[in-house]
């Protein structure tokens, strides 16, 4: 009766030893697996990330992509070089979306404004619009922060005199505005 007892402990001993080894290899590819899933998840997380962060270089061409890129026109928008002398500017692009919107985007030269373009900056950095040949309004014009860029956004569909703050119009306005401003920050 010994002997049984003694070969059933031992029996026991090695099922749970065994059991033992078993549960820790079933922690062990438990363990790899959530290891191989949260890098995988990193790798998406980091690829959102550096998209969400391209790189726009700091000129005419990449303000114009980081708009486009940021929706406010398609390849679909008119697009029509300007004459950007009339506003002192080295070169100016005109983005027409609809009938009612366009945007318009200057690039100066910092370093040689002529007398044209010291005015018209000086008119959007106090009221946001500027006057140019024969008293021709511009209103809703605004200049980047190091003063090299200028963007113009017309939509007719905005009273310029009392703009409905909650409109769509008045709201994409803002955020384009908003996205104008923070290029190159």
């Known amino acids: 009766m010994k002997k049984i007892i003694s070969a059933l402990l031992m029996a026991s001993v090695i099922a749970i030893s065994a059991a033992g080894c078993g549960y820790n290899d079933a922690l062990e590819q438990a363990s790899k697996a959530n290891q191989q899933t949260t890098s995988a998840s990193q790798s998406a997380s980091e690829q959102t990330s550096k998209e969400a962060e391209k790189v726009y270089k700091d000129s005419f061409d990449g303000l114009c992509s980081y708009m486009q890129d940021k929706g406010y026109y398609t390849d679909k928008a008119v697009k029509t070089e300007m004459d950007a002398s009339f506003i002192g500017a080295k070169q100016g692009i005109k983005y027409s979306i609809s009938n009612n919107l ?4 200057y690039e100066y030269d910092t370093t040689k404004l002529n007398d044209t373009a010291k005015e018209i900056v000086k ?9 140019i040949i024969e008293g021709y309004p511009v209103n809703a014009a605004y200049l980047s922060d190091n003063g090299k860029y200028l963007m113009i956004y017309n939509d007719t569909k905005i009273d310029k005199n009392k703009p409905d703050k909650n409109s769509n119009e008045y709201k994409a306005r803002e955020n384009a505005v908003k996205d104008f401003l923070a290029f190159q920050k």
């Open 102 to 105: 366009a945007i318009e985007l």
């Open 123 to 131: 008119e959007v950095k106090e009221s946001n619009s500027f006057t």
